[in-house]
């Protein structure tokens, strides 16, 4: 991800500490028009940002303070955003009524943001994030340094000594994503949504916090007497609104809508087309023909919008891609989705770095009830719910693997759902649903074209958020608000058949078919029968077997100073399937990258004599 660099001590700024942050800032120069820079230098403390020269940051002084932000912030203007800054910088390092005062800032700036405050006099630093994290945000401090960065690299190249942290490389491995603030670094941290971290200097010592300031109650329901069509014309104002917000930023050229035939992308591109013309749809299909069917609904979905429509036919994906992903994302992206990369090269080469990329990320997890798909009432049971719907690989298969004890993970899941604000054990689950997998598996995937240019999607606006969570949920089961929204909407898009069901929003029977799916998709009937053919892995390449084979050969040598049991692995691939194997050898990459010195060093995203053909 680009942007972010900041470290800071309590010690005088010297030559040492800027070459360090230097070195470190080239691990982050992913393409030739990348370039480092440093926005704000004093006494302990450096604050930067690697980026493309497009990309969304601006820097500020009042007083004493310096202000950086990075992102884009959407319902306020420029001239008065600078001010909402300005009084934000003079509040925050006060401590009465502070995280009151914050809260608040945040809740009404509504984007996708970091902020850094600086003072210059006390040493004090101030990092918070937009309601949600949008951003995702790595940190690591103790009493001699606090860095952040946008990217763990960055913090793993200031660490003179630093280790793999295991169980939250197993939590990947059995769930896709590290849960919590872990990931695949034991020294690294992941920054909570609406973060506030504060940082003084108390001597020779730093003193740093971090603290969340919405608690994210889903308990937290609409109590008013509304229709279900009250809901939904709700639903339509406040979509058509965050979204003409995002699609009329001065600084951006072109809103490029990424649409399919699913109900998501579709709701997004209705609401864009009510906004601006300056709106173009773009759709693909891989090199072996797999998405045509949305292709060519996508297609009908852009014509009844009168929206442009362009096809995108990805090339292959090569081993490098897999390699590529991995490394810009610290492992954090599974490399199933490294078809994304060759796709995302094409769209930069269309319409360049000033477009924005948009998105149906989100919708399913605000509007419908993506929690269990049964009913609890224990900790116990929830837990073990948890564990059967979200696995790709067997929990305790994972921690085999990565040489952990019986029960780890089982214990670490439950001491992250304990912590959640709510009761009700069901709406744990929801909370899981949205800020495990959306947070730290979604966020993660969508900060990946950010990579080549902005990315958004007004689902994750916090207006729609408060708006679609507080729904009672008697109203979202079997998507039934979510068709209602899709067709008060769009009626004549709602027409058009959606690809995974082959059923269009408006007929009757949806609800009915998603009452199936339901049922055939609990954890007993999944297990019994259809796992083996869901489970089937994206567009991306696995593995080769000698690949596979070559690098458990290697931890066979490494012996106890491998990452994994060369022995455990073994037993894991007999029988793995093709998304636990690509799932797999996402860790095994980042290990390999990272012993082979490969990891960290100047990766290009563009091929540099293609990308210069391509800007002339």
Same mark, same amino acid.
């Given at each position: ?32 028009? &990348? ?8 006494? $302990? ?8 020269? #497009? ?18 912030? &959407? ?13 934000? %910088? ?6 009465? @009524? ?12 509504? @984007? ?30 103790? #009493? ?6 946008? #990217? ?63 608690? +994210?109650?889903?308990?937290? *329901?609409?109590?008013?007497? *509304? ?32 649409? /399919? @035939?699913?109900?998501?992308s579709r709701i997004i591109a209705t609401a864009l087309a009510r906004s601006t013309r300056r709106c173009v749809a773009v759709t693909y299909v891989n090199a072996e023909g797999r998405g045509e069917k949305d292709a060519q609904l996508a297609m009908q979905i852009a014509k009844i919008l009168e929206m442009p429509c362009e096809f995108v036919r990805i090339r292959p994906v090569r081993p490098e891609d897999e390699e590529r992903l991995v490394s810009l994302t610290d492992g954090l992206n599974y490399v199933s989705m490294a078809y994304n990369l060759p796709f995302m090269e094409e769209v930069v080469s269309r319409w360049g770095r000033r477009a924005a990329y948009l998105t149906g990320d989100g ?27 979200? /696995? ?50 979604? +966020? ?12 958004? /999607? ?23 608000? &979510? ?9 004549? @898009?709602?027409?058009?058949?959606? %690809? ?30 259809? *796992? ?17 084979? /070559?690098?458990?050969?290697?931890? #066979? ?8 049991? $060369? %022995? ?49």
């Amino acid at each position: 991800m680009p942007g972010l660099t900041c470290c800071s001590t309590p010690l005088a700024e010297s030559q040492a500490l800027r070459q360090r942050f230097d070195e470190a800032q080239t691990t982050m120069l992913h393409a030739p028009d &990348y370039s480092a820079r440093i926005d704000i230098a004093r006494a $302990g403390c450096i604050i930067g940002h690697v980026a493309y020269p #497009e990309y969304p940051v601006q820097v500020f002084t009042s007083g004493t303070q310096d202000i950086y932000l990075e992102g884009r912030i &959407y319902n306020v203007r420029a001239a008065a955003l600078e001010s909402d800054l300005k009084l934000l %910088a003079d509040r925050v390092f006060k401590a009465t @009524g502070r995280s009151e005062f914050v809260r608040n800032w945040i809740i009404e700036h509504d @984007g996708e943001y970091v902020v850094v405050i600086a003072d210059r006099n006390t040493q004090e630093i101030a990092i918070l994030t937009d309601p949600l994290g949008r951003l995702p945000v790595y940190y690591h401090f103790d #009493e001699t340094s606090l860095i952040v960065a946008r #990217e763990c690299k960055f913090i793993l190249s200031f660490l003179r000594e630093w280790e793999f942290d295991r169980i939250g490389c197993a939590q990947f491995l059995w769930a896709g994503y590290p849960l919590g603030r872990r990931t695949h670094f034991a020294d690294v941290s992941a920054a909570p949504s609406a973060m506030l971290l504060l940082s003084s200097v108390d001597g020779h010592r730093l003193k740093t916090s971090v603290s969340t300031l919405i608690d +994210f109650n889903l308990e937290d *329901k609409e109590t008013a007497s *509304k229709t279900p069509d009250q809901y939904a014309s709700e639903l339509v104002e406040t979509i058509v609104s965050t979204t003409a917000d995002r699609a009329r930023h001065p600084d951006v050229t072109t809103n490029v809508i990424s649409l /399919s @035939g699913g109900w998501d992308s579709r709701i997004i591109a209705t609401a864009l087309a009510r906004s601006t013309r300056r709106c173009v749809a773009v759709t693909y299909v891989n090199a072996e023909g797999r998405g045509e069917k949305d292709a060519q609904l996508a297609m009908q979905i852009a014509k009844i919008l009168e929206m442009p429509c362009e096809f995108v036919r990805i090339r292959p994906v090569r081993p490098e891609d897999e390699e590529r992903l991995v490394s810009l994302t610290d492992g954090l992206n599974y490399v199933s989705m490294a078809y994304n990369l060759p796709f995302m090269e094409e769209v930069v080469s269309r319409w360049g770095r000033r477009a924005a990329y948009l998105t149906g990320d989100g919708g399913p997890q605000i509007i419908s009830l993506k929690g269990l798909r049964t009913t609890v009432q224990s900790m116990d049971r929830l837990v073990e719910e948890i564990i059967g719907e979200r /696995s790709i690989l067997p929990i305790t298969v994972a921690e085999d693997v990565m040489g952990l004890g019986p029960g780890t993970l089982t214990d670490e899941l439950r001491n992250v759902v304990s912590k959640y604000p709510e009761s009700d054990f069901n709406q744990k689950g929801a909370h899981f649903a949205i800020f495990e997998r959306g947070r730290r598996w979604g +966020f993660e995937g969508e900060d990946r074209a950010r990579f080549y240019m902005w990315q958004t /999607s007004p689902f994750y606006s916090y207006p729609f958020y408060r708006c679609g969570t507080r729904i009672p949920d008697r109203f979202k089961r079997d998507n039934k608000m &979510y068709r209602l929204f899709q067709i008060k909407l769009s009626p004549s @898009g709602s027409r058009i058949p959606d %690809a995974s069901t082959g059923i269009p929003p408006s007929s009757p029977l949806l609800p009915y078919a998603y009452r199936l799916k339901r049922y055939l998709l609990t954890p007993h009937n999944f297990r019994r029968s259809l *796992k083996p053919f869901v489970l089937r892995g994206e567009f991306g390449r696995s593995p080769t077997p000698e690949q596979a084979l /070559s690098y458990v050969h290697e931890l #066979e040598l490494l012996g106890e100073g491998s990452l994994m049991g $060369g %022995a455990a692995v073994r037993r894991m691939l007999a029988s793995a399937n093709k998304t636990q194997y690509a799932n797999w050898w996402t860790v095994a990459l980042l290990d390999k990258l990272i012993r082979n010195g490969k990891y960290g060093s100047r990766t290009h995203v563009f091929d540099r004599e293609q990308h210069q053909a391509r800007a002339s």
